[in-house]
């Protein structure tokens, strides 16, 4: 059973425009996010978390939002840039425990 | 950051033989961890291994069949025993200690095909 869901395997997006991922997970225990960027030939890289105890978190062009509620989280990517394209995974942790669970990740496409 | 290497970069294997893949830090960490990635699949969890102690291996996964060393604080190495195709996959490592909390740094993979 996936504990962290990425439903979209893929998006396109048109260069300046708004993508948006979506994650869903079903463990309320998780209580830190990360999203990872993919490259081809390349390990993942981190590009922002949240902690449970925040709904919003901005780093530049990156903005994640957690809804615990409705166990789900989103990564905004304004405005999108062609080298944005990758593969993005969302990762979740209960604290205290290391280990992350990854969802299955989204390729997006950006557009020039 | 910690820059992490990993060979080989891709192999294509034999069913039955074994391949073992290497993976150094450029800075001594405690905790490294292997991960897999089948195709579409998610990153998994295969073990956390520490140096001077077992590996600690994830549901699903077994010492006899993903053997792991850690002989020091900068370099582990996985191997996949008695391959099948089912062992296709991209193998990563990666290590802990950034910034961030839970942030981990990866290694760029291992692509293995086995035949």
């Known amino acids: 059973d996936q504990q962290v869901k990425q439903n979209s395997p893929s998006l396109s997006v048109q260069e300046g425009r708004i993508s948006i991922l979506n994650c869903d997970y079903t463990n309320s225990m998780f209580d830190y996010f990360l999203w990872y960027k993919k490259y081809p030939a390349e390990g993942p890289t981190f590009l922002i978390s949240?902690?449970?105890?925040?709904d919003k978190n901005e780093d530049g062009r990156f903005t994640v939002f957690l809804n615990k509620s409705a166990k789900h989280l989103s990564l905004h990517i304004v405005p999108s840039q062609p080298g944005d394209s990758a593969v993005y995974f969302c990762a979740a942790s209960v604290a205290g425990n290391t280990p992350l669970v990854f969802g299955k990740g989204t390729r997006l496409s950006v557009i020039a | 950051s910690a820059v992490i290497s990993q060979k080989p970069s891709r192999d294509i294997c034999q069913r039955g033989t074994s391949l073992t893949i290497q993976c150094q830090v450029d800075s001594q960490v405690t905790m490294m961890f292997w991960y897999r990635q089948q195709p579409g699949q998610s990153l998994t969890l295969i073990a956390t291994?520490?140096?001077?102690?077992?590996?600690?291996?994830e549901s699903g996964f077994v010492i006899d069949k993903f053997p792991i060393s850690r002989p020091n604080l900068t370099f582990s190495t996985l191997t996949v025993s008695n391959m099948s195709p089912e062992d296709s996959s991209i193998y990563l490592c990666?290590?802990?200690?950034?910034?961030?909390?839970?942030?981990?740094?990866f290694g760029p993979g291992t692509r293995l095909t086995v035949l």
């Open positions: 949240i902690s449970s105890i925040k």
């Open positions: 291994a520490n140096q001077g102690s077992e590996a600690t291996y």
């Open positions: 990666s290590v802990d200690g950034g910034l961030v909390l839970f942030e981990q740094f």
